[in-house]
């Protein structure tokens, strides 16, 4: 699972596409309170910070309409509760653009 620190607008399809797949699934895993990868480094991190996890699904879900990808999929903004930054990050948002330069995907590093 990994959540991206760095602008959507930065990440190539499979990157975009794939966190917000994996934003989903970890705001279930959050709000729902379910076990499935809820000891995960990258979902730890998000607790307490579902309103930062909300913005940035937000973030995302315009990156992807402005690509003239549908989304279909809001989250429940009730739920968007604690901090509205991430300041916690596994790797360092500069380290981020190195890991996908590394891929050799079409994100814009």
């Not at 973030?59 to 309409?65: G, H, K, P, R, V």
């Not at 009730?78 to 300041?87: C, E, I, N, V």
Request: hydrophobic fraction near 35%; charged fraction near 30%.
């Amino acid at each position: 699972m990994r959540i991206w620190d760095i602008s959507p607008n930065l990440l190539c399809r499979n990157h975009l596409l794939g966190e917000h797949r994996e934003l989903h699934a970890m705001w279930v895993i959050i709000t729902e309170k379910k076990k499935g990868y809820s000891l995960h480094p990258e979902t730890l991190r998000w607790y307490g910070k579902l309103n930062a996890l909300y913005l940035r699904h937000e973030l995302l879900a315009n990156e992807m309409c402005s690509r003239g990808y549908n989304h279909k999929s809001p989250l429940d903004k009730r739920k968007a509760t604690g901090k509205s930054l991430q300041d916690v990050f596994i790797d360092d948002p500069l380290d981020q653009i190195k890991i996908l330069k590394n891929k050799n995907c079409d994100c814009k590093i």
